[in-house]
């Protein structure tokens, strides 16, 4: 079962950890549903992922340690975790699926969330990311539908659908976007033109330490 917080603990230990990581030069980028929230997205109460490069990761959890988070190394080599003070896990990726954690990197932008400048991972990787991590032992839509019809404008679902082509998870994902209405019947294959989106956010309870 999925362990929830309450989002303001999920706030707080993102702030903690964006500013513990930038002071120790870490590139890294806010991932998952939180980096979903950041654009507008459905509030989290059990998500708070950073990707960063697997080479960066050993001086990333010192920084952590260092503002009194505690380690835990997983059997999955792809990650590492930290327990914040407050009891929030926090997963630090370096293999996030369906992408390479350069090309996240590469493609997150600066976006102002909660008073701080951070790097935000791409509405499309986060998308991505969550459809390829989906089995047959582990199929949860709920957060992904939340994510489309709240952001659905800002995605290019074109995109998302190619880059998910092998998934037979998302085949039934874009089949349940085109019933529901979520998004338009053939608009999930669709690319979308024009530059990339900026997103200056406002969330109530910025400023809060």
Do not use: C
């Amino acid at each position: 079962m999925t362990e929830r917080y309450s989002f303001d603990d999920i706030a707080a230990a993102m702030k903690r950890a964006a500013a513990a990581m930038r002071d120790a030069d870490v590139e890294f980028a806010l991932a998952g549903s939180l980096a979903s929230w950041a654009r507008g997205g459905p509030e989290s109460t059990h998500d708070l992922d950073f990707v960063l490069r697997k080479r960066d990761g050993e001086r990333a959890v010192a920084a952590l340690e260092a503002v009194g988070m505690r380690r835990e190394d997983p059997p999955e080599e792809w990650l590492v975790k930290a327990w914040d003070e407050n009891g929030v896990l926090l997963d630090l990726i370096f293999g996030p699926s369906g992408v390479e954690a350069d090309e996240v990197l590469e493609r997150a932008e600066v976006l102002s969330v909660m008073s701080m400048e951070i790097r935000v991972m791409a509405l499309e990787d986060v998308i991505v990311t969550k459809v390829m991590s989906l089995t047959e032992h582990s199929i949860d839509y709920g957060t992904l539908l939340e994510m489309a019809r709240a952001l659905r404008e800002q995605v290019d679902w074109g995109a998302v659908r190619r880059r998910t082509a092998e998934s037979p998870f998302a085949d039934a994902y874009f089949v349940l976007l085109d019933r529901l209405g979520i998004v338009p019947e053939g608009g999930a294959g669709q690319e979308r033109d024009g530059g990339r989106l900026r997103v200056e956010v406002t969330r109530s309870g910025e400023g809060r330490s």
